[in-house]
């Protein structure tokens, strides 16, 4: 199979023919029809993920076609139509037990713990827990769009935000994920103001759904503003960038007792960014994360998407191929792009 390969943090990704996958006894081998590029497969080729054993295959979101099955799988059969989340709980553990996959103590991640999916074909671990059935309408890249931002995204606003109709949120960062937050808010009801340094992702912000932005470029006081627009500060904040500013800003920027949640990645020099503790503590206000969502979660996004109260396709900006989508990865640092490329041409 042709697929892109690394074997040094930050060194050159290459394209070469390596062995097909073969399926363990609880997985399957997918036929990758799409996959996403995202700034968490980034942060792995630059090294900041501990669980990336060398040399490497990347890339997390995808949707495809079961092509094979391991011997103890029940629910999957060659062809059927499949996504799942960037986490894979195994099943068994005591969180996956509790219905937190997405915290799994034996979690697998294609891309980070496993070899990915920017490859011709993947092998899935625990795929009777995990993979998800793609609805007729949805069509393949639209699906694999929804694998870790939007999902992602969606748990944030809704299970981790307990977003309610008429509240202000408040997203910082209009990337692939903060898009998707500011889509999905807007759809229960809430009230969404996007925050970013680009023009053009401050336009696509406005056209998915955000009522007012805040060019954090252009305006010094961020918080202020913030608190201006939303008449007191914002009932819930997502920081979807992960950035020590951004973070800082999203908790400062709360009304008391209001809800904090973590979506971009913290890592490296970033993961012990400083917070305003005196406000967390004087306003009860909450901090959550939100890593990822589990399989058994989708269907109720699933079923958003097919009635189009939400439409994750109008996020997706570019499609590429596996050799352009590798030049796209090594540039995610410069944050050029708007909205979600995907590959899905191998």
């Known amino acids: 199979m042709r697929a892109a390969i690394y074997e040094a943090f930050e060194g050159p990704i290459t394209v070469r023919d390596l062995p097909d996958p073969v399926p363990e006894a609880d997985g399957v081998v997918i036929r990758v029809e799409a996959t996403g590029i995202c700034r968490s497969d980034w942060h792995g080729w630059m090294g900041h993920d501990p669980d990336i054993r060398l040399p490497h295959v990347p890339g997390h979101e995808l949707a495809g076609v079961v092509e094979t099955v391991g011997r103890d799988v029940t629910r999957w059969h060659p062809g059927d139509r499949v996504t799942l989340p960037f986490v894979c709980g195994c099943g068994r553990c005591p969180q996956c037990q509790d219905g937190h996959h997405q915290v799994c103590d034996h979690q697998f991640q294609p891309g980070f713990t496993h070899?990915?999916?920017?490859?011709?074909?993947?092998?899935?671990?625990?795929?009777?827990?995990?993979?998800?059935?793609?609805?007729?309408?949805?069509?393949?890249?639209?699906?694999?769009?929804?694998?870790?931002?939007?999902?992602?995204?969606?748990?944030?606003?809704?299970?981790?935000?307990?977003?309610?109709?008429?509240?202000?949120?408040?997203?910082?960062?209009?990337g692939g994920v903060g898009l998707s937050a500011i889509m999905i808010a807007d759809a229960i009801g809430?009230?969404?103001?996007?925050?970013?340094?680009?023009?053009?992702?401050?336009?696509?912000?406005?056209?998915?759904?955000?009522?007012?932005?805040?060019?954090?470029?252009?305006?010094?006081?961020?918080?202020?503003?913030?608190?201006?627009?939303?008449?007191?500060?914002?009932?819930?904040?997502?920081?979807?960038?992960?950035?020590?500013?951004?973070?800082?800003?999203?908790?400062?920027?709360?009304?008391?007792?209001?809800?904090?949640?973590?979506?971009?990645?913290?890592?490296?020099?970033?993961?012990?960014?400083?917070?305003?503790?005196?406000?967390?503590?004087?306003?009860?206000?909450?901090i959550r994360?939100?890593?990822?969502?589990?399989?058994?979660?989708?269907?109720?996004?699933?079923?958003?998407?097919a009635a189009g109260k939400l439409q994750p396709a109008q996020l997706i900006t570019n499609t590429v191929d596996l050799e352009e989508g590798l030049r796209e990865l090594q540039a995610m640092d410069r944050f050029e792009t708007t909205g979600v490329t995907v590959i899905d041409r191998f």
């Not at 995204?153 to 309610?164: E, F, H, P, S």
């Not at 269907?299 to 998407?305: D, S």
Request: aromatic content about 4%; overall charge positive; proline content about 3%.
């Open 190 to 286: 809430a009230r969404v103001v996007g925050i970013d340094i680009k023009k053009e992702k401050l336009n696509k912000a406005r056209s998915v759904g955000a009522r007012a932005v805040i060019d954090a470029s252009r305006v010094k006081e961020v918080v202020q503003a913030i608190r201006d627009i939303t008449h007191g500060g914002a009932h819930v904040a997502i920081d979807a960038l992960g950035s020590p500013t951004t973070c800082f800003n999203a908790i400062a920027g709360l009304r008391k007792r209001g809800r904090h949640v973590q979506v971009g990645l913290m890592l490296g020099d970033h993961s012990t960014p400083r917070i305003p503790m005196d406000q967390v503590i004087a306003n009860e206000l909450e």
């Open 289 to 305: 994360g939100s890593h990822g969502m589990q399989a058994h979660c989708y269907p109720e996004m699933l079923a958003m998407i």
């Open 115 to 174: 070899w990915g999916s920017f490859a011709e074909r993947v092998a899935v671990r625990y795929a009777d827990t995990n993979l998800v059935r793609i609805p007729e309408v949805i069509d393949s890249v639209t699906a694999a769009s929804l694998g870790c931002r939007f999902a992602t995204a969606y748990r944030a606003v809704v299970a981790q935000g307990r977003t309610a109709p008429g509240e202000w949120v408040v997203v910082h960062g209009c």
